[in-house]
């Protein structure tokens, strides 16, 4: 049964701060690896997409990498902004299935 | 493009009785939709998954007797929460996905605070 687990569970840092999240996952065998957003009370912004072929994706300020073999994958955050406290979820799709499983997400804070 | 909506947003019932809970997809048709929930500080943990004209298949554990879902067009599925309890009280979020270019990840919805009294 995969298992995906986020470490830190929460972390506050000053703006302009460069910061790692981290998602590791028990089974390797994975079809893809995506990084949400989450802000208090809404639903999931999609933020980034690894297929499993690839090692990282980029979009503005956020690189997600992905090393399959050791079933870990980290969320970078360039120049942090306060705009960007919320919890990131990291979530993995199995080959040969539709679903998605979740890790219990990092709670972002980004102090002015 | 890829918008889903949930409705309503926020409710707030009393226990036994029913409530029904909305999923669109807005712009693209859903062959399949996926029903979370999410207790505070927790993940999402998936309730069922629902495929255009046939039963839900349910996660193990959750009552499908319960929590009946129904997806009967390519842009709507319902959550009925029978028989409500304070327990059930809960973040449910829903999903979509679709062919084609849709097909790589899932869509979320805003999601529906359930409050039961």
């Known amino acids: 049964k995969q298992e995906v687990t986020q470490i830190p569970a929460a972390l506050s840092v000053p703006e302009g701060e460069n910061l790692v999240l981290n998602c590791s996952f028990t089974d390797s065998a994975i079809y893809n690896l995506q990084w949400f957003r989450q802000d208090p009370g809404k639903g999931l912004t999609s933020l980034l997409l690894?297929?499993?072929?690839?090692r990282e994706q980029t979009s503005g300020r956020l690189n997600a990498s992905l090393d399959k073999s050791s079933g870990r994958s980290t969320l970078y955050i360039a120049a942090s902004q306060p705009g960007d406290s919320a919890t990131y979820l990291c979530?993995?799709?199995?080959?040969?299935?539709?679903?998605?499983?979740f890790g219990k997400g990092t709670k972002l804070t980004v102090n002015p | 493009g890829a918008v889903v909506s949930q409705h309503p947003s926020r409710v707030i019932c009393k226990s036994g009785t029913s409530v029904k809970i909305e999923c669109r997809s807005l712009?693209?048709?859903?062959?399949?939709m996926f029903w979370y929930r999410q207790f505070p500080k927790q993940s999402l943990m998936l309730m069922a998954t629902?495929?255009?004209?046939?039963?839900?298949?349910?996660e193990q554990g959750v009552e499908k007797d319960k929590f009946l879902i129904n997806h009967a067009s390519l842009t709507l599925s319902t959550l009925t929460v029978t028989s409500a309890h304070p327990e059930d009280s809960s973040f449910y979020i829903c999903?979509?996905?679709?062919?084609?270019?849709?097909?790589?990840?899932?869509?979320f919805g805003p999601g529906t605070r359930l409050l039961v009294l």
């Open positions: 712009d693209f048709q859903a062959t399949t």
């Open positions: 999903s979509a996905s679709g062919g084609g270019a849709f097909q790589e990840t899932q869509y």
């Open positions: 629902s495929n255009e004209g046939s039963k839900a298949t349910y």
């Open positions: 979530a993995v799709r199995q080959g040969g299935s539709e679903k998605l499983v």
């Open positions: 690894i297929q499993s072929s690839q």
